[in-house]
């Protein structure tokens, strides 16, 4: 297979017929039923939530809503959560633990949303409360990145049991612009960035953060929506059923301990400089 | 009197980048002789500062303390036993310069990382404390802060112990990509763990606390506590001025406003942070025999 730079797959996921949630869900789900609000505030554009059959199985899905013209990301905010829409994901998170079902999170996000009203209504603390509690939620939990996975406002969907990266997905602490604006102040290096950060689905491997790719047709998945929606269905069904089968108290010490090895650090010894 | 002082230095020191004629004469004078608050932007000389434990006698800002200032203010004497002193970060994305400039923070902050933890009493209450010293990178959570706060949770789960964190942050430390974000998950989840054992964790946000740290454990406290005046926020300050196209009040994103909007349980000042945090320990049933009263 011929690997793309992490700019290129940039430029890929940024094309302007990449699939989104909106298009994967129908091929994806059946009878999917989508459920608005967070019960506390409102409802948020960027994350839709709802209950739909994967196979056989009632599953939940929560996922980031990239438009794919002006009006739907009028309505989206260009997938960039509100506090209300981690809030909605966190209600229906319990819900589905209260109903036994498995949560399926799609991420395509540049970030949670940076603004007055989202920092007035508790941005980070909406963010950390998911990280806690998807933590602890007594049901099986499986991210997907679909685009972009842009730091804490990806993550706030992304604590869970198995992380897949479609190939061509990014996943990083930061945007690539973002970071060569911090790097060099200058956030046209975005290219050069790309490569520094590390963020490719064999990155994240690398690291320990993803345990699958999702491969993608030739070209990248907007070339075949149908192939692509069936891999991803493919993985689904695979990894639901066996997180399914799992006793739910070893699916939470290994969710804990998937997480608690992640770090580089070095002690003692070797460092008596 | 006092304040005609600082009039005075204030006339003749503030706003000067070392250009105009001021400028030279400030250069006869040490920069650490000087403390200009970054709230009310008044001058106040550093001796001056320090002896009211940082605090802006103008605006009650309180300013940003090390961890050995914040131990001496918090625990008892003596009772500190720090945890994993000797960790310190690699360099897992090969940043450019990264390493180096750990070596020479180290040199100049004689830290390792940018938190500290361990055990100490306060008032005689044996708890697990951390603090974050944001001379080190802004305080940014990388795998050292990300473990060494993680072990310390766990060690304070295991040991029945109350957590008590000092927060202060510029975020994730993008330095180490995406494993500093995970950072995020792991510390979140060891706190639910303690949580979950009814044990007691109070979050104190000192200034800044800001990014990644208040979208993770510093937001997640039974009790969480802020600093008069200092920064709180999720979003950079800038990236919001940046999209709006406008200033944004002074008031944003501080610990009242925090406290206004609901995300900040009170506001401690530095004299009363001792005994208010003793208090709030006992009445979640800890005592000075560490005897946890279920
Ligand atoms: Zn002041």
Known sequence: ?273 | MLEDLFKVVKTRFNGTEGKSDEGVRKKDIPDDLLFKCPRCLQTIFSEEYAALNKVCPSCNYHGRLTVNERLRLTIDKGSFVEYDSDMISKNPIDFPGYAEKQAKLRCETNLKDAVVTGEATIRGIKVVIGVMDSRYMMASMGSVVGEKLTRAIETATEKKLPVIFFCASGGARMQEGIISLMQMAKTSGAIAKHSEQGLLYISVLTDPTTGGVTASFASLGDIIIAEPKVVIGFAGRRVIEGTIKQRLPDYFQTAEFMLEKGFVDMIVERKRMRSTLAHLLKLHGYTDENRYNN
Request: charged fraction near 30%; include cysteine; aromatic fraction near 8%.
């Open chain 1, 1 to 273: 297979m011929n690997k793309l730079s992490a700019y290129e797959r940039l430029e890929l996921i940024r094309h302007k017929n990449r699939p989104t949630v909106r298009d994967y869900i129908p091929q994806i789900f059946d009878e999917f039923y989508e459920i608005h609000g967070d019960r506390l505030y409102g409802d948020d554009g960027a994350i839709i939530g709802g209950i739909g059959r994967l196979g056989e199985r009632p599953v939940t899905v929560l996922a980031q809503v990239k438009g794919r013209n002006i009006e739907e990301n009028k309505k989206s905010n260009f997938a960039m959560p509100h506090p209300e829409g981690y809030r909605k994901a966190l209600r229906l998170a319990k819900q589905a633990e209260k109903f036994k079902r498995p949560i399926i999170c799609l991420i395509d996000t540049p970030g949670a949303f940076c603004g007055v009203e989202a920092e007035a209504r508790g941005q980070g603390e909406a963010i950390a409360k998911n990280l806690a509690e998807f933590m602890m939620l007594r049901t099986p939990v499986i991210s997907i990145v679909l685009g972009e996975g842009g730091s804490g406002g990806a993550l706030a969907l992304g604590v869970c049991d198995e992380l897949a990266m479609l190939e061509n997905a990014l996943y990083s602490v930061i945007s690539p612009r973002g970071f060569a604006n911090i790097l060099w102040k200058d956030a046209s290096r975005e290219r050069e960035a790309c490569q520094i950060v590390k963020c490719t689905a064999e990155d994240l491997m690398r690291f320990g953060v993803a345990e699958t790719i999702i491969p993608e047709p030739v070209g990248g998945a907007h070339n075949d929506l149908y192939k692509i929606s069936e891999n991803i269905k493919e993985f689904l069904l695979e990894k639901v059923e066996e997180k399914c089968q799992k006793d739910i108290d070893l699916l939470l010490k290994e969710r804990y301990t998937k997480f608690r090895k992640i770090g580089e650090f070095e002690e003692n010894e070797d460092i008596a400089n």
